[in-house]
């Protein structure tokens, strides 16, 4: 069966989803979809009081539940029917996250969903096998390292990948025996609702995920600073993630773990497969039309090879074809809004200003909706805007080096050091290269995520604090206490 769909058939679940129902509330804000800009919803703002019964509720549930003390087994269970539901019901959570995002449905169905049921599944087993420790002491001692969940832990997301940043928000916490109040993206909040729906209908306790709707400053803050939230769990902007440390350094301390912005660059040897490093860096700036906080978006390429590895990436982004979300075949995503478009072309022009050269692209494109031009800026300087900005669209910038010092000297980047790629056939220069990239991520002779859960990802300098994904996520999603017993 096809997975197209009318747009216009599709109602979101407006709301907030408290207690394990949908509360229904009145939209503020209004929606329009990225692929047509046609206005379809509005999205309803929490404030204080839904943020605190939203707190409330996970308390209770916790409590009546008893999540976190229970045999681990069975969170384990419980999660694995929640990622066997959402695969079961991956069609109508796939419609309701393509009306909203820049996710085109059959990417989703073969994608986010299916790679989240699978991360769910993988949080999930940690519950029964990572634990408390015994360490050594004396003869008349016992000591031990004892884990517990935090209790309730507050979590936020960005509008790129709406599913994916969810589920590696609410898998780790849920499996380590927490309960979860996410407050998803303004711009796509409805497929998170349908997530908590699906978990409920799988069995988990209701009120172990809420999901409260609505902006930064009024919702998140609410809830970033709200006292009975142990954790904080961010994913987004650099801007966003200083103005929650911030806040929850005013309204009290807590742990946070928080996933930033990046500006990664992919360096290439002449040495390297360059058809294999092409199809790789044209992949990662189109993909999602650039809009993922690891996209290679600087490309640093030795010299004697930059025209041949240039022309064969012109070809692969003059071959996009933008279409609809919600068409099964779309490749090529809209821009998430009108005034990220706009921000985007912003830089653009200010780069080309600054001196830059467009060897492709620069403009919107000729289509409904907000799609953008895969675009390739050459003659840049390290304080070119085109440099220095996260642009979140599908712009590359090009330059080129001599050396291997050049190379490491122009990847270095002031503010981000989220991810990196480097191309070469030299074992050596890889190894040199991945102990001197200031980056949380270093992918070699490839530039993507595989579906090895276990490598965390999160980043160096202002590219955030902590990690997702990995043993690491899980066991931030605990605090350790230390018992001395005297026998
Ligand atoms: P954003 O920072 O504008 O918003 C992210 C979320 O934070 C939204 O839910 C938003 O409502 C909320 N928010 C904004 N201000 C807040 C505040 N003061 N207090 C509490 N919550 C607040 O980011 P975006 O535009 O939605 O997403 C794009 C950004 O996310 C990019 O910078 C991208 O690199 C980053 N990102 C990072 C990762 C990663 O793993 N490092 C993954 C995906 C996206």
Redesign the pocket.
């Known amino acids: 069966m096809s997975l197209s769909f009318n747009p216009d058939t599709i109602a979101p679940p407006v709301g907030h989803f408290i207690g394990g129902e949908l509360v229904s509330a009145k939209g503020a804000m209004e929606m329009r979809r990225p692929s047509d800009g046609k206005s379809y919803a509005a999205c309803p703002v929490a404030g204080v009081d839904l943020v605190d019964r939203a707190v409330e509720s996970a308390k209770a549930a916790l409590k009546a539940s008893n999540w976190g003390g229970v045999r681990p087994r069975e969170r384990t269970k419980a999660l694995h029917a929640w990622a066997d539901l959402m695969e079961a019901e991956a069609q109508t959570l796939a419609r309701i996250e393509a009306l909203s995002s820049t996710r085109p449905v059959g990417q989703l169905v073969a994608g986010d969903i299916a790679v989240t049921a699978e991360q769910i599944r993988f949080f999930a087993e940690f519950a029964d096998k990572e634990g408390s420790e015994l360490v050594p002491t004396d003869d008349a001692s016992l000591g031990m390292i004892m884990s517990e969940p935090y209790g309730v832990v507050g979590a936020?997301?960005?509008?790129?990948?709406p599913i994916s940043?969810a589920g590696w928000k609410l898998g780790p916490a849920l499996a380590a025996g927490n309960a979860v109040v996410l407050?998803?993206?303004?711009m796509t909040p409805f497929s998170a609702i349908f997530m908590a729906e699906l978990a409920v209908r799988a069995g988990l306790p209701a009120g172990l995920i809420n999901v409260v709707l609505g902006?930064?400053?009024t919702t998140?803050?609410a809830l970033?600073g709200h006292p009975e939230i142990a954790k904080v769990s961010f994913?987004?902007?650099?801007?966003?993630g200083s103005?929650?440390m911030e806040?929850v350094a005013r309204t009290g301390v807590k742990p946070m773990t928080l996933?930033?912005?990046?500006k990664s660059p992919q360096i290439v040897f002449a040495d390297a497969d360059l058809d294999k490093a092409a199809t790789a860096i044209a992949g990662s700036v189109t993909f999602n039309a650039g809009q993922a906080?690891v996209a290679g978006t600087r490309l640093i390429v030795e010299k004697s090879v930059a025209d041949r590895l240039t022309a064969s990436i012109l070809e692969k982004m003059k071959a996009v074809r933008p279409g609809p979300t919600w068409e099964e075949t779309t490749q090529y995503s809209p821009i998430i809004s009108h005034g990220q478009r706009a921000r985007v072309d912003g830089i653009v022009r200010a780069a080309v200003s600054a001196g830059g050269e467009c060897l492709i692209g620069g403009g919107a494109m000729e289509a409904p909706g907000y799609f953008y031009e895969p675009t390739l800026i050459a003659n840049v300087s390290q304080g070119n805007p085109a440099i220095v900005e996260?642009i979140?669209g599908p712009v590359l910038t090009i330059q080129t080096f001599d050396s291997e010092e050049e190379a490491l000297a122009l990847s270095s980047h002031p503010t981000y050091g989220?991810a990196s790629g480097l191309f070469t056939a030299d074992l050596s220069r890889t190894i040199r290269f991945a102990r001197r990239l200031e980056a949380g991520t270093v992918w070699v002779n490839r530039y993507s995520r595989s579906r090895d859960h276990i490598l965390p990802?999160g980043?160096y300098k202002r590219?955030?604090i902590g990690k997702?994904l990995g043993r690491e996520v899980y066991l931030a999603n605990r605090r350790t206490k230390s018992v001395l017993i005297s026998l």
């Open positions: 936020i997301t960005p509008w790129n990948f940043m407050k998803p993206s303004e902006d930064g400053p998140g803050t970033t994913t987004g902007s650099t801007r966003a103005a929650i806040n996933e930033l912005g990046g906080c996260e979140f989220l990802t980043g590219s955030g997702d």
